[in-house]
């Protein structure tokens, strides 16, 4: 007997809920048995294909983010251990103010996912959260959400993440209008989002845990350190500041000539995984100056980040071949069909689709792609009165809305941080959420005051 698409869906959500929520299972485990259960219950699956295909996606996710996640978190327990981390965190307060302290991380990573995987900037990002909520003394779920406020809206808003580039290229438009526009929405998308986290923080009572890495004493005692002993502010921001100076270069070069002699030497130094492993080489050097660690004394740090590292990737894989395996079912192929019948308005349709399939499917990217190769035939059929660029803003919009655990960044977030998966659900889930219905109503204004037509 053939079982629909969407009731595959609803069976895979209600396994993910109760073997996580209610059962207490190790997520990896819960998300992996989810994919093999979809891939058994599709009918566009054979038998003998399931478990390859869930381990294809696995591996296809994992090739994709393993490195990156490794030394990521091999650079962010470095900052902390060396007191980088809290150098950074008092120039920010000094500067802005300790009532402003939270819109450093939330400009910090609003810029930084323009050219860098939002996870990544997660991971660079979330020590200097620790370390202001150690200094501080609290706001720690402000603080978290601030950095998720600014970089999950450049990240599906602004090029040269491949969302964005993909959804310009399959509309058809000019790239530097989707990075004009795609940031003219996205502040205010991010000042929403920053309001909500001051709202959540107030309401919801988080501590600050311990996660891999270093213990709240060692934290601690670093936050009561002279600042005279920190390292200086250049080197502490050098690990964070060097890969988004490699990536972006490399982004700079291709746009103005692939061809050119230095193309070459910037696509290796701009590619993710180079500029990690160049950041965490300086990263354990200002460790190892920092505190006169040899060689062999470094391994701990190495050993204890690569540990934390690891657990994300397993996650993070085994969600995206939760998702992978929905995508086989064809699940947001459905979806979209069904939105389409119901003749629903462009900029309406294109955030609904992106928000059902993002539910479906998890992947902010896959969403991006997959929803603007449906509405690419529907605008070139029926023209909009304005510019297609607003279609791909509330594609990217619609992508931030329902979030949950089949999402990387779901668990990224989580992990780090220290929350409970109830506690991630509070507040990353509707965080990113209100982002994006805020980012569909701006989008239709905007439209309607600059259409560029």
């Known amino acids: 007997m053939e079982i629909h698409p969407l009731a595959v869906l609803a069976i895979a959500i209600a396994v993910v809920f109760v073997l996580i929520i209610r059962m207490k299972i190790n997520a990896f485990m819960a998300l992996i048995t989810a994919a093999t259960i979809v891939g058994l219950l599709s009918s566009k699956v054979a038998l ?71 996870d990544t900037v997660f991971y660079l990002l979330v020590p200097l959260a620790r370390a202001m909520r150690v200094r501080m003394g609290g706001n720690y779920v402000l603080f978290v959400m601030a950095i998720c406020a600014g970089g999950a809206v450049t990240h599906s808003l602004v090029p040269p993440t491949p969302g964005p580039l993909a959804m310009a290229a399959t509309l058809d438009f000019d790239l530097g209008m989707m990075i004009l526009v795609g940031a003219l929405v996205g502040v205010p998308m991010s000042i929403v989002g920053w309001l909500f986290a001051k709202n959540r923080d107030r309401a919801l009572d988080i501590p600050l845990r311990e996660t891999a890495g270093l213990t709240l004493t060692e934290l601690e005692a670093l936050a009561r350190e002279e600042e005279s002993r920190l390292p200086s502010f250049f080197m502490s921001i050098l690990p964070i500041v060097l890969p988004v100076i490699f990536i972006t270069s490399n982004t700079a070069v291709n746009a103005i000539d692939k061809t050119s002699a230095i193309a070459g030497l910037t696509g290796f130094l701009g590619n993710p995984n180079f500029a990690l492993l160049a950041s965490a080489a300086i990263s354990l050097y200002l460790l190892a100056s920092q505190k006169g660690y040899s060689l062999s004394e470094l391994a701990k740090p190495v050993e204890t980040a690569f540990a934390s590292g690891g657990l994300i990737i397993l996650i993070t894989a085994a969600g995206g071949s939760f998702g992978g395996m929905l995508v086989k079912a064809e699940v947001g192929t ?120």
Not at 56 to 71: K, M, S, T
Not at 379 to 397: E, F
């Open 48 to 118: 003998g294909e399931v478990m390859p295909e869930v381990a294809g996606a696995f591996g296809r996710v994992c090739g994709g983010i393993g490195i990156v996640i490794a030394l990521a978190a091999l650079i962010g327990q470095c900052l902390m251990e060396s007191g980088a981390a809290d150098r950074i965190v008092r120039v920010f307060v000094r500067l802005l103010g300790k009532k402003n302290a939270s819109l450093s991380l939330l400009s910090s990573g609003y810029v930084l996912s323009v050219p860098v995987f939002f």
């Open 334 to 453: 459905m979806l979209g069909n069904l939105a389409h019948d119901f003749g629903i308005p462009f900029l309406l349709l294109s955030g609904l689709l992106a928000a059902l399939i993002k539910v479906a499917q998890g992947s902010g990217t896959v969403t991006m792609i997959t929803v603007s190769s449906i509405m690419a035939p529907l605008i070139i059929a029926s023209p909009p009165p304005y510019h297609p660029v607003y279609v791909a803003c509330a594609i990217g919009s619609g992508s931030l809305i329902g979030s949950w655990m089949n999402d990387s960044g779901f668990w990224v977030y989580k992990q780090m941080s220290g929350f409970t998966e109830m506690e991630a659900l509070k507040t990353w889930t509707p965080l990113l959420a209100i982002m994006g219905v805020s980012g569909l109503i701006l989008t239709q204004l905007f439209s309607m005051i600059m259409p560029f037509l």
